[in-house]
């Protein structure tokens, strides 16, 4: 069944949700640096303030996890040299820090505090894959993970559609491989340091591998259910369940291809109230401490999905062809990131507590952080 978006602005939802969109929000996979890399070679100016900041505090966004690259072209500043654009990445967020007081580079929970205490944007550098981490090849060096730690790494997700040196994603379902013993080192290497595992496109032997290596709690950053919508990359009810047992959370995405099932072909609304029913199986299955948000979104003005189409390997991550998303593949609602603060409300008229929504939006998935970054 079709449901119909709620067409609010800020200052018409329910006096509840305006409330809790005052507490922590973070959104656990951003992908802002796509647009801005772009935006800063065209040579555009004082970029954040103009472009990121008024939309993210106008959805109530707080705090991101935004990716610097790692798997594949498309994220790593479009270029096939993957490490020389993570490196960009890194220090284009570096000089923008330096360049306004409306953001702070964030290394811990209290940074994301203090950030949140001073009314500025916490950004947490994060990677989707770790093919950067591997260093030389036929060497099993933890070089690179420990020296981009040094420079801010705090979220690591371990494959993002095929192999790494470290294990297999969805695209080496058939091989049925797991963890590798580098990926093992890298775990342990990852829990010792301080850095959060995104488990979001693994295989269920690598996903079940890594739940049973680390100490700490994980993440599967930006996801749906299967039980919702049958896509393959959504998670399992094992999953799920595996997810809870390690103390960990689920991130609740705007990709409509993993809310609702092909609704890019059907051209059927899918709004946030699709995304709750994946948050109500999460709920029942494990309690929705274990839900966060990791939103994807990646439908910004510049990038419209040109970003797959322009690398070096168009529709290819770590060599594995995904395709170029056709059209709007985002919700029709919230269909962007200054309308997110529709999340409490659509939460609040779905009967959820403030306390579990607070939950939902910050309040879980700082918990594991504070586990697992300090």
Known sequence: MSRKPLNLQQHE???RAKKINKSIFVDIHNHMMFEYAI???????DIFNTHYEPILKNGGINVIATSVGANSPCLSNLTDDLVFGCFEQIDMLNRMEKSTDKMMLCYNTSDIL?????NKVGVLMAFEGARV???RHGEESLVMLRILHQLGLRVNCIAGAARTAFADGMGEAVADAGLTTFGIKLIQEMNKIGMLAD???LNDRSFFDIIEVSTKPVIVSHIGTQKVCPNANNLSDERIKAIGRNGGVIGMEMVKTEIKHKAEETGEIVTFDDVIDHIDHISALIGSEHVCIGLDFDNFELVHNVHRAMSPFPGSIEGFYTGIPKGDHMLDEPNNLSQTYLIAEYLVRRGYSDSEIEGI???NIMRVLKETIG
């Open 13 to 15: 939802i329910s006096d």
């Open 39 to 45: 935006r800063e070679a065209l040579g555009e100016k």
């Open 114 to 118: 203090k950030a949140y205490e001073q």
């Open 133 to 135: 981490l591997e260093g």
């Open 199 to 201: 488990l979001t496109h």
């Open 361 to 363: 939006l910050g309040g």
